[in-house]
């Protein structure tokens, strides 16, 4: 199974963790010879500040007005002062991306900037970033609209609403401050992008009529599963691997062995979901992309059910659907599926109780179980 | 749909700050302070503005006690006030200023548009507009006024600017925007103050005023070290031209124009001389010869205007003059530094000649070498400095010869003065015998004059000595003297009324200066001596704190110029009290009508002002250099001694070192040793008692040693993450195991921690062998 806990982008910022100090050398240099991804630009109000400071400057140096050269000079300390509180704000300051699943297409998902300030003295103001969803093509920004003090962190959020399936590519601009005071627009730290997955969009979809249904029911073997359901039906006797917790003490001492509480979940029929994604079968891009929203929403039904035990997509491995994990990594592989050009068969027989989906008239999709219909969408 | 919020960590809610309703709320006052501070030195403009000053001050009073009155003001009305201000300009440019007053109309233009923009509901936009005419009125009035209190209003007018554009700043780093019913729909003073008090950080606010004296370092530094090229002069800035002097030193004043001022005691001229000894005991400071008397009124001959010179330059020597020189003129040694007030005169104050004359700026300057005075083109409405070498006290001027082909009397009485037999000499004396009275007058005038000469031809030193001794005799010296009328009344034309100064001569009463000086001239003429009046200062207050000479507006005197006949015009002085000058043994100095002493209180703040003459309104190139060579002379001297000291320090130690290493010296090293690490060890055990400050900041997460290394740790295991995580595919579930544990200390509540310690070990562990990988 893959690892599906790298939600969090690496540090970025002059505050970000270095995999060595930094000579003492190469920090002078960077203030001299800004580093990739920086820049440092005066804003429109910055353009006046000049056009004014060169107009006050010729006035200065044709009158020789001492009173003029006060007001230069005034006005270049504070550009110079500018610079240097830019930089000092910027300083120590790191930030990453926080992404957290699940994304769904069509539905508002949360960004999270993580901040730190990382100076001992300094607070840290006006800090915006630009970001972006690539295949969404939704960009926005994102800014810090309160003090950061030293030593603290703050959380941005940026809300989007993914357009598609598959990878999205989150990418969050260098951090950009026009702090102190407007005149200079400081870019810093490089852009990061970090990538998500956005599962298919949850689609309605019609279950069979009741007859058929209880037809349905009877399909399915036995669960294996550890009772889990909210209705306890029954004591029986332990077997390997049932949960400690499940033992009813009392009842093993006057029994003499161990009992535990058998819920209504563990005689629920249970079913294997495997999809393909053949171009045989799906000829029609928007019926895959339906038999994609249609299988995510009946895995999920299935799975708050704990009706689903495993599912596999082509001949990946299976999936056993355990924990929710199991069932986030199925959405996983599929909103990353595409049609293949052959049939691909597991290497290992599947298990019965096969729920398979087929297209339905030209844009519908079924879901079948031992060659029965059990929903439509 | 795309959205931000900013989402603060728990510690952070802890520190009340304004939101963004009370920062728009505090922007306006801003923005409004900064106008005042702006339009309050306007008043000092010799420009009339006092109309539109009262108007913008009373509207931006009224919004700052109840800005939230702005609202009831339809939207309408706001979009069109620019478009009536900019009306009202036009109108006053048109109507009233005219191209030649262009520049007050601007600024009364400005005046309008600091009150609107200070008013209105501003965006950025009018934000940045208002700093930009504030700014622009701060510098038009600092450039026109150069008033000591430039740098106090252009110091809190950078400090608030600043403030205002970090605030904008602050309220633009956002996608949110407040309509001006939210700001200020229900604004209580009374909540915003207390909202500003919760919010005040005392941290923040010294990092502030730690920045402000940086800045304000700052500037001095660009402000001392900046090139000077040398290119001044070349273009006047925006200069606003005074058309009357305050003093009333112009080339045509009446019997009293000169008395009004003799109770201001404001200083208009400062006078920085090379050393005490430099000034005679009693100076005067001659500025303008007014050579024709008519009706009480003394002024300049049109025809003088013929011979006047003109000079565009800021530098001039004696030889660029055509002054008679004859070298009988004792020059004194070193510079003579003059500061004259905005207003004064037109005229430079100048005890007599002088070897060259610097001024900081071009001007056009005229010369009247019939006079040897020196004046601008117009009154100075800024400040003037000018620099003199080789200054004289002259009390006799040399006579310049006009002839006729010079002059070009406009007034054709004067030609019938003009002897037959007068020929091509000098028109000039004759003139200065012009006595316009009618015959009455003229009769009393000889009566007068025999009485004091008794019948003989005196010369003219002995008239005047005479004359003054008689006017002594029947005039006392009052400030106001009352002239009686023309006792005949029936008059119908002016060259049948009584002159003024005759009358005062009949009446007997008190008079001032003006008085005894015309009083002099009408009977030099009389008397058949040409004589002439010299205006300007007399004497001076020497400021002991500063040393140099003010001279106020109260020491504004007249004197005549009697010609001798041996081709000189010698001063007489005929004001009561007005001889010699009596030496004050109290003060060291010469006193009333010479130079007396000021040690008061006023003086120390005209002192600073100097100060403010002498070290910036003045600092130019030459100055630049002189700084910079000592700066470089004393950081060479304070190199040497640095590295004499260190030397020195050296070989005792070198010394010590050899000297004799008995038990006494081991134990006296120990105790030294003991008691430095003691010190350290107290420093670092008290420092977070006796400086509560210092822990301001750590509080939270960074005094949490366990949270800290966590953090830490969990920093390196994102830096080795990654790539070195996938080559140790055995120990990725590890790594994330040790994650989780880091991520439960680093971000989890203290009593959920459990054997941190171990989890450390085990990260350190993890870390080490994936740099191993």
Known sequence: MADRTSSISAWRGPGAPAPGRQRLIARVLALIIPPRGQSFLPTATGYVLIVTTVGICIAAYSTGSNILFISVSLILSGLLLSGALSWVNFSRVCWRIQAEPPFREGEKGAVLIDLRNGKKIIPTYSLWFRISARKSRQPGRVFLEHRLDPGSSAVLEWIFEPAGRGVETITLSSGISEYPFGFLRKSVGRAVSHQVVVWPRRIGYEMQASGQAEQFSLLGDSSRRIGQGDDLINLRDYRRGDSQRLIHWKASAKAQRLQVRQFAAENLSTYFFFLQTSQRIWRDTEQFERMCRFAMTLAEDFYQWNRILGAAINDLPVIHIKRYVDIAYFFDQLAMIEMTPTDQIPATPLESNIVTFEPYGRSGVIACAAGQKIATA | ?773
């Open chain 2, 1 to 773: 749909m795309a959205g931000a919020e900013s989402l603060l960590a728990p510690q952070d809610r802890r520190l009340p700050r304004l939101n963004r309703i009370e920062l728009h709320q505090t922007n306006f006052f801003l923005g409004l302070f900064l106008a005042f501070i702006s339009l309050f030195p306007v008043v000092y403009l010799s420009i009339p503005v006092l109309g539109y000053y009262v108007f913008a001050l009373l509207v931006m009073l009224v919004a700052a006690i109840v800005p939230e009155v702005r609202l009831r003001m339809p939207v309408q009305l706001w979009t069109a006030i620019p478009l009536l201000i900019f009306l009202a300009f036009l109108a006053d440019f048109v109507l009233i200023a005219g191209i030649d007053g262009a520049m007050e109309a601007l600024t009364r233009l400005i005046i309008l548009l600091v009150c609107y923009c200070a008013v209105a509901f501003r965006n950025r936009r009018k934000d940045l507009q208002l700093i930009l005419l504030c700014l622009f009125l701060v510098i038009i009035v600092g450039v026109n006024v150069v008033s000591v209190l430039f740098i106090l209003q252009i110091g809190v007018f950078a400090a608030i600017s600043m403030f205002l554009m970090f605030n904008i700043n602050l309220l633009d780093n956002s996608d949110r925007d407040e309509t001006p019913d939210m700001i200020w729909e229900g604004f209580s003073w009374r909540h915003y103050l207390g909202r500003l008090w919760e919010s005040a950080n005392i941290r923040i606010f010294g990092l502030t005023a730690a920045l402000f004296v940086l800045i304000m370092l700052l500037s001095a530094g660009i402000f001392l070290l900046i090139p000077r090229l040398g290119l001044e002069n070349r273009l006047g800035f925006l200069g606003i031209r005074n058309t009357s002097s305050i003093s009333g030193f112009s080339e045509d004043i009446g019997l009293s124009d000169i008395t009004n001022i003799l109770h201001d005691t404001r200083t208009a001229l400062r006078i920085d001389p090379p050393s005490r000894d430099a000034i005679p005991a009693d100076p005067y400071w001659r500025m303008l010869v007014l050579d024709r008397y008519r009706r009480g009124r003394f002024s300049v001959s049109d025809g003088l205007a013929f011979t006047r010179e003109q000079l565009s330059n800021n530098r001039f020597t004696i030889s660029d003059l055509s002054w008679v020189d004859d070298g009988s003129s004792a020059a004194t040694d070193g510079e003579w530094l003059f500061y004259m007030e905005p207003g004064v005169s037109r005229w430079l104050p100048l005890p007599g000649d002088f070897a060259s004359l610097r001024t900081k700026s071009r001007n056009r300057f005229y010369s009247i070498p019939a006079f040897r005075v020196m004046g601008q083109q117009n009154v100075n409405s800024q400040f003037l400095f000018y620099e003199v070498t080789g200054l004289a006290f002259m009390d006799r001027f040399p006579d310049r010869l006009i002839t006729l082909e010079e002059w070009e009397p406009t007034d054709e009485r004067f030609s019938s003065l003009i002897p037959e037999s007068f020929g091509n000499g000098n028109l000039y004396r004759a003139l200065t015998l012009d006595l316009p009275m009618n015959e009455l007058d003229l009769e009393y005038l000889q009566e007068v004059v025999e009485e004091i000469t008794g019948g003989r031809t005196l010369s003219a030193e002995e008239f005047v000595v005479r004359a003054k001794a008689y006017l002594a005799e029947n005039h006392g010296y009052s400030l106001t003297s009352r002239v009686p009328r023309d006792a005949r009344g029936n008059w119908t034309d002016w060259s049948e009324r009584s002159d003024r100064i005759v009358r005062w001569l009949r009446s007997g009463s008190d008079g001032h200066c003006e008085y005894f000086a015309g009083a002099l001239l009408v009977l030099s003429r009389a008397a058949g001596h040409p004589a002439r009046i010299a205006t300007g200062f007399r004497g001076g207050t020497w400021n002991s704190y500063e040393n140099y000479l003010m001279v106020r507006y109260s020491d504004a005197h007249a004197w005549c110029e009697i010609y001798d006949g041996d081709g000189y015009w010698f001063r007489a002085d005929p004001t009561p009290h007005s001889g010699e000058a009596e030496w004050d043994e109290a003060d060291d100095m010469y006193s009333r009508f010479g130079i007396s002493m000021d040690s008061s209180w006023n003086a120390y703040l005209d002192s600073l002002r100097v100060l403010w003459y002498r070290r910036i309104v003045s600092f130019d190139d030459d100055s630049q250099r002189d700084l910079l060579s000592t700066i470089r002379e004393n950081f060479a001297i304070l190199l040497e001694g640095t590295a004499e000291g260190f030397s020195q320090a050296g070989a005792a130690a070198k010394n010590w070192v050899r000297g004799p290493w008995d038990g006494s010296r081991f134990l006296n090293l120990g105790a030294g040793i003991l008691i430095l690490g003691l010190f350290v060890f107290l420093m670092r055990w008290l420092g977070w008692r006796v400086f509560p400050y210092l822990t301001f900041y750590r509080k939270g997460v960074r005094l949490d040693p366990v949270r800290r290394q966590a953090g830490k740790l969990l920093l390196r295991l994102d830096v080795m993450g990654g790539e070195r995580v996938e080559r140790l595919p055995a120990s990725i579930e590890e790594v994330g195991s040790v994650r989780l544990q880091l991520q439960t200390l680093r971000y989890g509540a203290p009593e959920t921690r459990k054997s941190p310690g171990m989890a450390f070990r085990r990260a350190r562990s993890v870390l080490k062998r994936m740099r191993r990988a």
